[in-house]
Structure formats: C-alpha cells, structure tokens
C-alpha cells in the first residue's frame, strides 16, 4: 500500500516538497474549507493546508488533506482525486468537518484497506478528543455513512490537555494485525511516538497489557512504556526516547527514526 505523508510544514500554494519545488499542489485553498472554518472559528484559520495523505485507488490517486484554525477543533479533511500523484487534482468533496461543539478534530488522516474484505478506514485526530476511525466508501473514498465522523479509537486519561495526535496505520501482512503509531506530548518539547496493535482494522487497539487505547480510568503511558534518558548526537545532547514491544522484537523509537533493540 504506497502511502505518502508530510506533516513538518503546512502546504498552501508551494505544493507538496521532495528535494525542491514541484508544480501547485492546489492553486489555492478549497472554498467550501475555508468557508467552513472561518465561519465556526470568528473568521480564524483556514489560512493554509496540512498533512497530507495519497492512496492509490484502481487507476487514481486520492489525495486527503486538512484545513484548520490552529489551536481549535474547527477543521475540515477534504479529497482530492488525480491521475497522477503529480496531479492535477480534482476536488471530491468533504470527508469530515469538526468545529468547537464536536469531541474530535478532523486533521491527521490516515487510510487503510482491510485485505479480508476491502473495507476502507481512515483514522484520523489531533489533540482534542482522541482519535477516531471512520468507514469509508471504497468506491468515493467518502465517508460509508454521509456525514459520520466514526468512533472513538484512542484517548489519554486527561484528554482536554495531553496532546494525543497523527495516528498512522499500517497492517503487518505476517502478523495479520494492524499497528496504530500516535504521537504524544508538545510538538516542541517531549514529542514521542508510541503504537497499539488490533487484529481489526476498525480497533479495538490494544497495548502491550491488553488495555484498550480509549481507556481513560489505565493511563496508555503508564502501562505500555518504558522512559530512559540517553545521549544521542555529535553534542552529546539530551532525547528523550521510548522502548516499544511489537510482535516479538523490542524497538527503541526516537523522532523520524526506528531503532532495533533485538
């Protein structure tokens, strides 16, 4: 499955980056999100385009992007759909819109296809509320039920203040199980990276315990990991990192980057 995400940087009329400038990605931000945000964020936001997410679907590619008001749940994950993975892109429509009165945050999306049945899933949220899990209409790449924002997937125990976001999913063909990787923490400071693992696309996702993600009362980062302090680099600087237990091989996660430990 070619999936293909870039979240360090907001997108607006530059396009998508890979070693220099590329042609238009949009030649400018879809109307229906902008109106959408700025109208539930008193005229906030929508001011350019986040993480990115292609898949492709028979002969097309379908692009998945966000719109938001930084600092809010007013968001909006569109589609777009191309020939090619260059584009041009043809705007499909709105897969999920959020504002300050939903529990969830559209932005962050992630898709996978169940090979069992080819069923479609996008996972997606950011900060507020957890993260969520939607069925999607193979056929559209829109949501199976209009206007369904899915349910809840994964959630921190204080869930208004501890940053939980960007979930990817990907599917271990040998295992047979589907591993969601989340983000914890400020962006700037102790970002890290931790995973459940689900033999269902759709979740439960379970950690290393056998607790489940959205359970609030078994705090996720108290029961799956284990914290060190180690030094990394040519400066000897300070990181933070994490050891993780998938399958039956101990990995130590550390930014971008995956190390195995055995």
């Known amino acids: 499955m070619l999936n293909l995400r870039k979240r360090a940087s907001p997108l607006s009329q530059i396009g998508l980056i890979a070693g220099g400038r590329h042609p238009v990605f949009l030649p400018e931000i879809p109307q229906e999100a902008v109106e959408w945000v700025r109208a539930h964020a008193d005229g906030h936001g929508a001011t350019n385009i986040w993480a990115p997410y292609i898949i492709p679907y028979n002969n097309k590619y379908r692009l998945?992007?966000?719109?938001?008001?930084?600092?809010?749940?007013?968001?909006?994950?569109?589609?777009?759909?191309?020939?090619?993975?260059?584009?041009?892109w043809t705007l499909v429509g709105c897969v999920v819109k959020t504002d300050d009165m939903t529990a969830m945050n559209a932005i962050d999306p992630s898709i996978t296809v169940d090979p069992s049945?080819?069923?479609?899933?996008?996972?997606y949220?950011?900060?507020?509320?957890?993260?969520?899990?939607?069925?999607?209409?193979?056929?559209?790449?829109?949501?199976?039920?209009?206007?369904?924002?899915?349910?809840?997937?994964?959630r921190r125990a204080n869930y208004k203040k501890d940053n939980l976001e960007a979930p990817e999913i990907i599917y271990n063909p040998e295992l047979k199980e589907y591993f969601l990787f989340v983000s914890y923490d400020p962006l700037m400071t102790t970002y890290n990276v931790r995973v459940g693992r689900s033999d269902k696309?759709?979740?439960?996702?379970?950690?290393?315990?056998?607790?489940?993600?959205?359970?609030?009362?078994?705090?996720?980062?108290?029961?799956?990991?284990?914290?060190?302090?180690?030094?990394?680099?040519?400066?000897?600087?300070?990181?933070?990192?994490?050891?993780?237990?998938?399958?039956?091989?101990?990995?130590?996660?550390?930014?971008?980057?995956?190390?195995?430990?055995?």
């Open 201 to 262: 696309a759709e979740g439960p996702f379970m950690d290393y315990f056998g607790k489940e993600l959205k359970d609030t009362t078994k705090c996720f980062e108290e029961s799956i990991t284990v914290s060190k302090i180690i030094r990394v680099g040519p400066e000897q600087r300070i990181a933070r990192c994490l050891l993780q237990m998938t399958a039956s091989t101990l990995w130590l996660i550390r930014g971008v980057c995956l190390h195995r430990i055995r």
């Open 125 to 154: 949220g950011s900060f507020f509320g957890g993260l969520y899990c939607v069925e999607l209409n193979p056929e559209t790449g829109l949501p199976l039920v209009e206007g369904d924002r899915g349910h809840l997937v994964a």
């Open 117 to 123: 049945n080819g069923k479609w899933w996008m996972h």
């Open 64 to 88: 998945y992007y966000c719109v938001s008001a930084f600092g809010r749940k007013t968001s909006y994950i569109g589609l777009a759909e191309s020939d090619s993975p260059e584009g041009p």
